[in-house]
């Protein structure tokens, strides 16, 4: 049976949280002589000089409205990098502890993990990018506190059978994260709604794909009340901007244009595939819930740097296992898509 207090650190239990100004008050005020500010407002049009909400509690109730979350169940992160730190921080003890990974996949799990000095260990992806659930129960033992899932995944595109994560919710004690970065590109629903049958599950989010707001930097996770409440017992005083919560409150009221930016994205998408797959060059593209497709050419190499000679950056991915000869393509605007196909169709060896 899943525990959190058994995963958890015993430091992070102990913890008494840093308790800025901003959250030592609430209600109305008119003055505010709490958190040595300038008093004097700051150099531009629109004054930044006090702190932003370290709760951000619009942003969450803006977003639980459009996931069917409760409030309370969100946590919110400077990017979805900093939540997957704070996830190693809170229940993985340095030097004792491990997590899985299914490679290949985002590489910020591992690179977080050394960064925290926990083990890795590696359940290889299937040779059609599905998780190997046999090698997977394999590499847990007493001491796996986190399994890592990206689904769609990336930089492969696809997603993964949710029958799969299924029997790992059902069976496995630590937390299960699943990345669901590119969930909206994709016809398989999210794991959201299931955040009430399953204690340990952890889904991320992020609204710098379907949201176009990578600039801005806000990450999700969304989990049970007890997991959100240690993740803000750990964060940064004030982790996300007054401006990025202002502006990400504005794009929040803006939902059926990115459904529009969804519905076109994903039709470009096929677009493109069959574009590319008219191409000498083009070996085999991969099927794609994302906002990007894997695409096996020959050459890759040097198709990468024909391209960039070009100004065009795509993504070399040929040396990545299971990802040999792979370029991995975002899925541009209508007329990037159109240029790229016919640069790659004036490719020669």
Not at 6 to 32: C, M, V, W
Not at 92 to 110: A, K, L, Q, S, W
Not at 170 to 192: C, K, M, P
Request: hydrophobic share 40%; net charge negative.
């Amino acid at each position: 049976m899943f525990n959190l207090n058994h995963i958890t650190r015993d430091n992070i239990k102990q913890l008494t949280p840093y308790s800025s100004a901003r959250d030592e008050f609430s209600g109305a005020a008119r003055i505010f002589l709490d958190a040595n500010e300038n008093s004097l407002g700051s150099p531009l049009t629109k004054w930044y000089n006090r702190y932003p909400d370290p709760q951000q509690r619009k942003v969450k109730e803006a977003l639980s409205a459009i996931k069917g979350v409760p409030a309370e169940n969100i946590f919110l992160g400077n990017g979805s990098d900093e939540c997957i730190d704070l996830l190693y921080r809170a229940f993985c003890r340095p030097g004792v502890d491990n997590v899985i990974i299914n490679p290949p996949t985002y590489g910020m799990y591992e690179v977080s993990a050394r960064i925290n000095d926990v083990e890795v260990r590696k359940a290889m992806l299937l040779d059609d990018f599905q998780l190997d659930l046999v090698h997977l129960e394999n590499l847990v033992d007493e001491n796996t506190r986190i399994i890592w899932i990206c689904s769609p995944n990336n930089p492969t595109g696809n997603s993964m059978r949710r029958e799969d994560i299924e029997i790992i919710l059902n069976n496995f004690e630590g937390l299960l994260v699943i990345d669901e970065a590119y969930i909206n590109f994709s016809r398989h629903r999210s794991f959201l709604q299931q955040l009430n049958d399953y204690p340990n599950l952890v889904v991320l989010q992020t609204l710098s794909k379907a949201w176009g707001l990578a600039g801005l930097r806000l990450g999700m996770a969304f989990a049970s009340r007890e997991i959100i409440e240690i993740c803000n017992r750990i964060k940064p005083p004030y982790n996300i901007s007054q401006a990025t919560q202002e502006l990400v409150l504005k794009a929040l009221e803006e939902t059926e244009q990115v459904n529009d930016m969804i519905r076109a994205l994903v039709a470009m998408r096929e677009s493109l595939a069959a574009g590319l797959s008219m191409l000498p060059l083009v070996e085999k593209i991969f099927r794609s819930d994302a906002n990007f497709l894997l695409v096996k050419v020959v050459e890759p190499a040097a198709v990468y740097d024909y391209l960039l000679a070009r100004g065009i950056v795509v993504r070399d991915r040929s040396r990545v296992e299971l990802c040999e000869g792979c370029l991995r393509i975002t899925v541009g605007t209508e007329g990037e898509n159109k240029e790229l196909i016919t640069a790659l169709g004036q490719y020669s060896r």
